[in-house]
């Protein structure tokens, strides 16, 4: 009897584990990108978040950021700054990335002009996805 049970209560527990991904190619080229990587190792944990900044060959890296909730509505918004840069918005959390040294830092206040948005990472209609932002000046 024990036997049966056991694996049941394990299948119960993986059941709410997860891992997804979603890229932002820059430029269309599949070695210049931001990913967001999720993983959710437990049932009743919260999302780990980490994002992988690449300029292939010259670099790549991933560097961790503030867990998510696990809960509808998971967005994280992607600026292209005037500087050349990139400004991520998680909620009230600000980070600046740049793919020419792919290092990532917390902003401590958030920026005053973040730049133009790209486009946000998103989990509607299931599992997460890159959307690129609507372009209002195309016709």
Known sequence: MVRYILPCLLALVLAGCDADSASYMINGNRDHSLSLLRDKPWPWSDWELSMVVTRQPECMR??????APDDAGFKLE????????????????????????????VFKEPPREPGTLIG????????????????KSTP
Not at 121 to 128: A, C, I, N, P, T
């Open 62 to 67: 991933r560097h961790r950021l503030k867990d």
């Open 78 to 105: 992607v600026y292209q700054s005037l500087e050349g840069g990139y400004i991520l918005r998680q909620g009230k959390r600000w980070y600046v990335t740049e793919t020419g040294k792919c290092q990532l830092q």
């Open 120 to 135: 946000s990472f998103d989990d509607k209609g299931g599992g997460l996805k890159f959307k690129a932002a609507i372009n």
